[in-house]
């Protein structure tokens, strides 16, 4: 079969010369896997890091490719609930399942915990024309859902998901702010929002903001801005004006970090809560601890989630409740320009696609 390969890691982000469309053999399905024809895969920023070799060196040979989805075409003598014919799309948190942390609901803080076509291999990840997946690791697509939504969806909606609903544990009338609202987590932070019955401002660039609004934000703000915490902070006492309470927000859907933490910091209620799973601006956040202690605030660091949750987001998906964005699609040969285009990222909006 058709495998995307690389053998060594790559010097100053030269992808093409390392990444190559290799024959290898198939894969056997083991007693506990389905073995799917990958029908769409998505990229994700870990396949950068992954030919750096940094900050972590994957297996090599290596396969990327943490989202895939299609059709199972064998399944192994233990699969219970999966069967050929099935549409399925990756769980891509692969952890052990026998741990106290996965044994009590957590598997994300399994420590034995990878992520497929990252951190496994050599040669295990969704870019090539079958994969193999354990039944936990895989779960069905709703009919309505085409298999490019449902590889853009996996990894980013259950990222938002498990941070707003499971950690967050957002509830209807709530007020969120979602930083970073045209990115790949931020896209479904909003609309997770709006389907659990919240007002939600999001952030985002200038050129971005009226896609903002099309997912379904209630109002959106240029954070580009150095005063964009004072808009928000307008817009919380308008909103106070419709709905009553007190001004400011009681949930923030967090992953830029950067300056804008502190900005952030200050437009919080009294017990509000701060989710956070990522630094894109940077990682040294300064931070004036009042806001945290005289306010009570919860600060919750996030990541990945549960199959359970996956399978919530994905139930709300073929109810036409979660839209995917789907920002470009590339054939399996043109691989490299899909990963410059990631690392660039200048216009993206929604996920990059790969097709065999
Ligand atoms: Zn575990």
């Known amino acids: 079969m058709k495998a995307l390969v690389y ?42 890091w992954g ?37 399925v799309v990756s769980h891509g948190n692969m952890s052990c399942r026998v741990c106290s942390a996965c044994t009590s609901g957590r598997e994300y803080d399994c420590r034995d ?4 076509g990252f951190e496994t291999g050599p040669l295990w990840g969704g870019y090539c024309e079958i994969a193999h997946l354990p ?34 544990k957002i509830r209807p009338g709530q007020t969120v702010l ?14 997770i929002a709006k389907l659990y019955g919240c007002t939600v401002i999001a952030t985002a660039s ?39 309470g007190s001004p400011g927000i009681d949930v923030i859907f967090e992953h830029i970090g950067g300056s804008h933490f502190n900005k952030e910091l200050t437009l919080l209620k009294y017990g509000s809560t701060m989710v956070t799973t990522g630094a894109t601006t940077g990682y040294d956040a300064p931070a004036d601890l009042r806001h945290i202690f005289f306010k009570g605030i919860n600060i919750l660091g996030s990541t990945q989630g549960t199959r359970a949750e996956l399978e919530e987001g994905f139930h709300w998906m073929g109810q036409g409740k979660i839209k995917v964005i789907i920002d470009s699609v590339f ?26």
């Open 7 to 48: 053998e060594k890691y790559a010097k100053d982000n030269d992808f093409a010369s390392i990444l190559k469309l290799k024959d290898i053999p198939e894969p056997n399905v083991k007693q506990n896997e389905v073995l799917f024809r990958v029908k769409a895969a998505a990229l994700n920023y870990d396949d950068i």
């Open 51 to 87: 030919m750096r070799g940094k900050p972590l060196a994957v297996p090599l040979p290596h396969i990327s490719g943490t989202d895939a989805a299609g059709e199972v075409i064998a399944v192994g003598e233990n699969v219970k609930n999966i069967k050929v014919g099935d549409r």
């Open 113 to 116: 915990r990878k992520i497929w």
């Open 135 to 168: 039944e936990i690791n895989v779960i069905k697509i709703p009919d309505n859902v085409s298999y490019d939504e449902a590889a853009a969806a996996s990894m980013t909606l259950l990222t938002s998901w498990h941070m707003l609903v499971g950690r967050a």
């Open 178 to 191: 979602v930083m970073g609202g045209s990115s790949g987590v931020g896209i479904f932070g909003i609309q």
């Open 206 to 244: 200038p050129e971005k903001l009226e896609k903002l609004k099309e997912l379904g934000a209630d109002y959106a703000v240029d954070h580009r801005k150095d005063d964009w915490h004072k808009e928000v902070r307008a817009i919380t006492k308008e909103i106070v004006k419709l709905n009553g």
């Open 331 to 356: 054939t399996f040969e043109n691989a490299v320009d899909a990963h410059e285009k990631m690392l660039n990222g200048k216009g993206l909006v929604g996920k990059i696609i790969l097709k065999p």
